[in-house]
């Protein structure tokens, strides 16, 4: 019956029908890998169809009790809560993710730094920094964590990591060219690049990197 209402509500596309549902079917599955698979599916039907942030964080606080060894739920929820401006609760569980790995770098840490960027860009720009900075290392080809570090090292004025930075994200676009371009045009990589040469007192590199950029533009 449970399954035939389910898919009812998917017919009908009635998704705030079905979120309850799937949180009321959580609440009362008495096997554990049930409750997970009930929690999982309204998360999904939260995130996905809802687009509610607000909706996904009682969740997924669930699904970590579920299962505390997996690290996505956590990033998952730093993420709503960063988007419900609720950054101090979003770096107490990525802190809590990075002292689960202790001393392992596997990749998916790289994620949990950039999370905490992302929580502290605001209240303390140099931490974010250094997250970043770490995540980088652990995964030097992920576009999304060069871009806000090249972007925030240049805000702040550590000019070298900067242009390092933005030079990355020019050699990445062979690789990753769709998702370079979603966050950075080649023409705007070229201008961040012309200005950070100006400030180091460099006006002829800084014209040539102009050019290349007008040259991009123009063959856009």
Do not use: C
């Amino acid at each position: 019956m449970s399954q035939r209402l389910q898919q009812l509500y998917v017919d009908e596309e009635a998704w705030d029908v079905l979120a309850d549902f799937l949180s009321h079917q959580a609440e009362h599955a008495k096997e554990p890998a049930k409750r997970l698979l009930y929690l999982t599916q309204a998360v999904e039907v939260q995130a996905s169809r809802l687009k509610s942030a607000e909706g996904v964080i009682p969740l997924l606080r669930q699904v970590i009790e579920l299962e505390p060894e997996n690290a996505l739920p956590r990033l998952q929820l730093a993420n709503a809560l960063i988007e419900t401006k609720r950054g101090p609760e979003a770096v107490a569980i990525l802190d809590a993710q990075l002292a689960h790995y202790g001393t392992r770098k596997p990749k998916d840490r790289a994620l949990v730094h950039h999370g905490l960027a992302r929580a502290l860009a605001v209240s303390d720009k140099k931490r974010a920094l250094k997250e970043l900075e770490q995540a980088a290392r652990i995964d030097p080809a992920h576009a999304e964590i060069l871009y806000m570090l090249a972007h925030l090292a240049h805000a702040e004025g550590k000019l070298d990591l900067a242009n390092h930075t933005y030079q990355a994200l020019l050699t990445l676009r062979r690789g990753a060219r769709e998702e370079v371009d979603r966050l950075i045009s080649r023409a705007d990589l070229f201008l961040a690049l012309a200005d950070i040469a100006e400030q180091k007192g460099d006006a002829e590199r800084a014209a040539e990197l102009r050019t290349s950029a007008a040259e991009e533009r123009d063959g856009a």
